[in-house]
């Protein structure tokens, strides 16, 4: 496969562990020199750029609140000035309902506080990092946006509150981005992961008591579909080579066709 990914530079957000650090060191194995993104787990980024630099690879840590303009201005001048680019972003932050942290409810129940978290996290910080990952990449005159949706983003999944929302928030707004600068050098695409084994989402989801776990799709438990967070860092890593360099705007479901049951 012709990557074109040796040399270049990734900034990943959310790649402190799950899917985020699986694509990290996809990228470090292809030659990248990787940005690792987190908002406040910086102990586990800096023991993902230890690993990172274990396969031969260059890598930094920075710290970065996706839903503030400012940090998210920061953190792009701050990996421009560390590798002079950024070739490839893959904008993976999310947070979503857990029966923990947000519990699972009804529109009718979710509060307000529990609506902007996820909001602002998965939309708002997608845009706001694909806003100035843009205005860089454009003044490159090339580079390539991942942005991670979910297959909760395609088909609504009763009690999950702001989460579906804001993932088919997130297609819309890959569109609108790939549309804008499809004559800029630039590519804008979207993967939509199903569960997905080793993301906090998805252990605490299996974890959950039977009364408190939302309702699983008619015919389907997350576990008869569970991928492994390096099933999406391949589909991520070949949409940005240059194997997929007529790929734009496109939502690319992975999720072992949960999405087609």
């Known amino acids: 496969m012709a990557t074109g990914i040796e ?42 750029v230890a690993e990172l630099r274990a396969l031969g690879g260059d890598a930094i840590s920075l710290q970065c609140d996706v839903t503030s303009q400012p940090q998210v201005e920061k953190m792009i001048a701050e990996a421009v000035a ?53 205005r860089q990449m454009r003044k490159q005159g090339s580079g390539v946006i991942v942005n991670t949706s979910s297959t909760g983003g395609l088909r609504m999944m009763p009690t999950f509150g702001a989460y579906g929302p804001s993932k088919a928030g997130v297609v819309a707004l890959t569109k609108l981005a790939a549309m804008e600068n499809r004559g800029a050098g630039v590519r804008v695409n979207v993967v939509c992961p199903g569960p997905t084994q080793g993301t906090g989402l998805s252990d605490r989801l299996l974890s959950c008591p ?44 992975v999720d072992g066709g949960l999405d087609i049951i």
Request: net charge negative.
């Open 210 to 253: 039977p009364e408190e776990a939302p309702p699983a799709p008619p015919g389907v438990s997350p576990e008869d579909v569970m991928g492994l967070p390096e099933d999406v860092a391949k589909a991520v890593i070949w949409l940005c080579s240059d194997s997929a360099s007529h790929v734009n705007g496109v939502v690319l479901p």
């Open 7 to 48: 040399g270049r530079v990734a900034v990943i957000t959310g790649a402190a562990s799950g899917i985020g650090k699986a694509t990290a060191l996809g990228f470090a194995r292809e030659g990248a020199k990787v940005v690792v993104v987190t908002r406040r787990s910086m102990a586990a980024a800096e023991q993902t």
């Open 82 to 134: 560390s590798f002079g680019a950024i070739d490839f972003a893959f904008n993976n932050a999310g947070v979503g309902p857990d029966g923990v942290t947000i519990p699972f409810r009804p529109l009718t129940d979710v509060s307000e506080a529990d609506w902007d978290r996820v909001i602002d996290t998965n939309l708002k910080g997608v845009f706001l990092c694909s806003k100035h990952e843009l």
